[in-house]
Nanobody, 126 residues
Framework: QDQLVESGGGSVQAGGSLRLSCTAS???????LGWFRQAPGKEREFVAA????????YYGDSVKGRFTISRDNAKSVVFLQMNSLKREDTAVYYC????????????????????WGQGTQVTVSS
């Protein structure tokens, strides 16, 4: 069964770090894996993506330089290392997967992704 399961969320003080993991079970080896987040009352926001072709990575502007996405294809796991966390990073973080391979602009769009995890809460306090 194709499934994405996130883990690693929690509460942290501003300036701290967290590492999220997403374990992909099923046929996700040739999928681009990404992270999105959604804060209360806000739209889902692109965070990062890691393609399976070329191992390209993409980041949302609000997390560039602070977050790092990485991928272990052998274990079908994608990680999101989050450093220098800010209160505005507080959100539910979702792992997502897509078979799409094309214009990189589409990786930033939630509609490009077919599979989604259940989400994990990240809370950053000051």
């Amino acid at each position: 069964q194709d499934q994405l399961v996130e883990s690693g969320g929690g509460s942290v003080q501003a300036g701290g770090s967290l590492r999220l993991s997403c374990t992909a079970s099923g046929t996700f080896r040739r999928y681009t894996l990404g992270w999105f987040r959604q804060a209360p009352g806000k739209e889902r926001e692109f965070v990062a993506a890691h393609t399976w072709i070329g191992d390209s990575v993409y980041y949302g502007d609000s997390v560039k330089g602070r977050f790092t996405i990485s991928r272990d294809n052998a274990k079908s796991v994608v990680f999101l290392q989050m450093n220098s966390l800010k209160r505005e990073d507080t959100a539910v973080y979702y792992c997502a997967a897509t078979m799409f391979n094309g214009d990189s602009a589409y990786y930033f769009l939630s509609g490009t992704y077919t599979y989604w995890g259940q989400g994990t809460q990240v809370t950053v306090s000051s």
